[in-house]
């Protein structure tokens, strides 16, 4: 009897994040570029977000792409892979991101949900600067006014994203 179909999860090699996250690593060595997040589901769907201290283009994420397919055997693998840019809309989850921001607007929800905006002054392990801005409308537009420089500590932000301006 020959079965034609996917081939059965239980039989399928298990790749690890880890493994991933190593060879993503490997390929981007020498680059500005880095990883932010690997995820593997059990059903083998693999993605990574890259990130780059002066940004991430296709090419970027395609040659990645290229490089882990090469170490997989889909004749033992059944994956789906993606490589991702972290987008402007991607919160930050590493201090070299929020370091690529310094001197740039971001928002803020903290753990009490409540939410800053201002520019990024100063970023540590421990706490972050943030030169902080209110918004205030004047008729058709919009003035920020800023305020003072407060000190956050990092255990206190729940999400903090860069501002998108046009």
Request: hydrophobic share 40%; glycine share 4%; proline share 2%.
């Amino acid at each position: 009897m020959i079965w034609r179909g996917r081939m059965s999860p239980l039989l399928l090699k298990m790749i690890t994040e880890k493994q991933i996250k190593n060879w993503a690593e490997e390929q981007l060595e020498g680059t500005d570029r880095f990883v932010v997040h690997v995820k593997v589901s059990a059903e083998n769907a693999i993605n990574i977000v890259i990130d780059s201290d002066s940004g991430v283009s296709i090419e970027h994420c395609i040659a990645l792409s290229r490089y882990i397919e090469h170490r997989l055997d889909r004749d033992e693998e059944d994956f789906e892979l993606k490589v991702l840019s972290a987008g402007l809309e991607f919160p930050f989850s590493m201090l070299r991101q929020y370091n690529k921001y310094l001197g740039k607007r971001i928002q803020l929800r903290l753990n009490n949900d409540s939410e800053k905006k201002g520019i990024l002054q100063e970023a540590n392990n421990e706490y972050i600067i943030l030169k902080e801005e209110t918004e205030k409308k004047y008729k058709k537009t919009i003035k920020r006014i800023a305020g003072e420089s407060i000190r956050i500590p990092m255990n206190e932000i729940k999400q903090a994203k860069a501002v998108i301006e046009f």
